[in-house]
């Protein structure tokens, strides 16, 4: 009976365990994502968005085909990224949201908003 116990107990820790650590990882937000856009010029169509973390403070570059920009404005909320990029003298508010290693999202401009999905690189 005491055997039964202990490994009742242990089961329920490795499970705790390993749902932690499945939702740790499910809310990691650094990393290169590669992202498509839907609706907007080929030149920006698709691309990297690029996700550091240096102390505190996180910081965010998208490449497209022909350019790299650093992010401004950026805000990291569990596991949602908000920021601003300048395209072409146009600004970008781009909202993504991250599950485990698919992210969806949309760029705003002042043409319209702009649906993006893409993969963790």
């Known amino acids: ?19 932690t650590m499945a939702i740790a990882k499910k809310t ?26 240096k102390g505190k403070k996180y ?23 908000t920021f601003h990029v300048y395209i072409t003298d146009m600004g970008v508010d781009i909202t993504m949201n991250v599950e485990g290693d698919k992210m969806t999202g949309k760029a705003v401009t002042s043409e319209g908003a702009y649906l993006l999905s893409g993969d963790r690189k």
């Open 1 to 19: 009976m005491k055997l039964l116990y202990h490994s009742i107990q242990l089961t329920l820790i490795l499970s705790l365990v390993f749902s």
């Open 28 to 53: 990691k937000v650094k990393g290169t994502w590669k992202y498509e856009a839907q609706g907007t010029p080929y030149e920006y169509s698709s691309g990297e968005i690029t996700i550091t973390k």
């Open 59 to 81: 910081d965010v570059t998208l490449y497209t085909n022909y350019e790299k920009m650093t992010a401004t404005n950026v805000e990291v909320n569990k596991t949602e990224v």
